[in-house]
């Protein structure tokens, strides 16, 4: 049956975190990281406390259908630091839920080979490099996100289909909005970027950057103004 487990800054990491409570045996873990490991089963749940942790977050293990792991924020919580506060590599059925993701020093969000993931209700701000990036990982969605400040693209997809980015507001990045990174590797195809805000981003707000036989990407009700340029095969500013 499904778990819940339990992170808090008091916790430790030689639990079993499943109880909220700083118990040095029954109670949290004190490390995302440590959660991370668990042996999960689809439908099993994270609730990080509030408080500030540390970020180098491997996600490896995923979830089945209509049963996600889920990481879920449980009041403020910042992750920070490191090179990405969470790694999604070779996983499928993952959900993150309302972290702030900060002061990284490459991409808040990185994901490699992973399918039908979710980021939702997070703001990612202020890392060195893309707030999200993507790379060869299909069918993901980023939901009611506030990416903004980050060095490189808000949002960066490469070689990534079938991903759907819905109410979420990009601003005040150093280059892209959103970018379909589209390079030898392969084609990010059918894009969905619907009810977005994209404003301030020193490069275009949205962008098909590198192949312009790019296919199915769709825009729509989406406000975009104050991005400085519109260069591309196929750019919107």
């Not at 070779?90 to 990284?104: A, H, K």
């Not at 980015?165 to 970018?179: F, K, Q």
């Not at 949205?206 to 036989?213: A, E, H, T, V």
Request: glycine share 14%; proline share 3%; charged share 15%.
């Amino acid at each position: 049956a499904p778990v819940t487990y339990y992170v808090r800054t008091n916790g430790h990491d030689t639990a079993t975190g499943t109880d909220n409570t700083s118990d040095p045996t029954t109670g949290a873990f004190l490390t995302l990281q440590r959660a991370a490991s668990a042996v999960f089963v689809p439908g099993d749940t994270v609730l990080v406390q509030p408080g500030r942790y540390a970020g180098g977050v491997a996600l490896a293990t995923g979830g089945a259908g209509s049963n996600p792991i889920v990481f879920r924020a449980a009041g403020s919580v910042a992750v920070t630091g490191v090179v990405s506060a969470f790694v999604f590599t070779n996983v499928s059925g993952v959900q993150l839920d309302g972290f702030t993701i900060l002061g990284c020093s490459s991409n808040g969000i990185l994901m490699t080979n992973s399918s039908s993931c979710t980021v939702m209700n997070c703001t990612v701000a202020s890392n060195g490099a893309d707030g999200i990036h993507l790379t060869s990982s299909d069918n993901n969605r980023i939901v009611k996100c506030d990416i903004t400040g980050n060095a490189g693209d808000g949002v960066h997809f490469y070689a990534s289909g079938g991903n759907e980015v819905v109410d979420t507001r990009r601003r005040d990045n150093g280059a892209c909005g959103v970018r379909g990174g589209l390079w030898a590797a392969g084609r990010s195809d059918g894009i969905t970027v619907r009810q977005c805000l994209v404003y301030r981003n020193g490069n275009t707000g949205i962008l098909l950057d590198g192949d312009s036989s790019c296919q199915g990407w769709l825009a729509e009700n989406c406000t975009l103004y104050g991005n400085v340029s519109a260069t591309g095969p196929a750019a919107l500013r």
